[in-house]
């Protein structure tokens, strides 16, 4: 049951609701992002990239690639990669080295067998059905083709957890509040953690839409979490 103070949408309102949120703080989304995290999310993404291990001539979608942080990490290793966010005021401020397409996760604009790798950077809990996205990106994969997610996490130990909970909870809103004057989005923020699946869903999540060799490092005293799987060669 939600609580009296959530701002989680309803069923069937959370797409519309995550693209009209994400168009409205698109200016500052990156500030606060930095500041939240505390300039750790460049590195998680760097980590990303290099767990994920394509090749130069690889060819790379960066999935809900809000303002490019992932596609500038990709170009940084000389690899191709296209964008795709169904935020348009995002994408205008993606300013990639390549094309941006605005689209959903669970419906991707492109071929079978289009790319050799997929990423993806904090979006897991802002997709109206990630169990249909992950069959999506599984269709527009290379057999053999890698996908990378990373993505906040719930820490396991009691005292972090509580610490983690009050800032996240608390602090990040106030941080965002000030700077973009939008209290609502960083209140749903935090509050879309309850999105996220357990580890078991995760590893079902996968497997069901056709991955192995799952991998799952936690970063951040826990506060962070990246996969990486493959998708079947049949």
């Known amino acids: 049951m939600m609580s009296s103070d959530s701002v989680l949408p309803s069923e069937g309102a959370k797409q519309p609701y995550v693209r009209e949120m994400f168009d409205r703080i698109a200016g500052t989304y990156d500030l606060v992002n930095r500041l939240m995290t ?52 995002m994408l205008m401020r993606a300013r990639p080295i390549t094309g941006v397409v605005q689209g959903v996760g669970e419906a991707l604009p492109f071929l079978d067998a289009t790319f050799d790798a997929v990423s993806s950077g904090f979006a897991v809990r802002n997709f109206a059905d990630f169990a249909i996205v992950l069959h999506e990106v599984a269709r527009v994969l290379k057999p053999g083709g890698v996908v990378g997610i990373l993505e906040v996490a719930t820490p396991k130990s009691r005292l972090v957890r509580e610490l983690h909970g009050l800032y996240f909870g608390s602090v990040v809103p106030l941080i965002g509040g000030l700077v973009s004057s ?53």
């Not at 998680?44 to 790379?60: F, K, N, T, Y």
């Not at 490019?68 to 169904?86: P, V």
């Open 38 to 89: 505390f300039g750790l999310d460049q590195g998680w993404r760097s980590r990303l990239v290099r767990e994920m291990q394509v090749d130069r001539d690889g060819l790379v979608l960066d999935l809900a690639c809000g303002t490019g942080d992932f596609l500038k990490a990709w170009a940084k290793q000389g690899i191709r990669a296209y964008g795709l966010d169904l935020s348009l005021q």
């Open 182 to 234: 939008d209290r609502s989005a960083y209140r749903y923020l935090p509050q879309s953690v309850a999105y996220l699946p357990s580890d078991q869903r995760f590893e079902e999540l996968f497997a069901q839409a056709g991955f192995s060799q799952l991998r799952r490092w936690v970063l951040g005293l826990g506060a962070a979490q990246l996969f990486i799987a493959r998708r079947g060669a049949a």
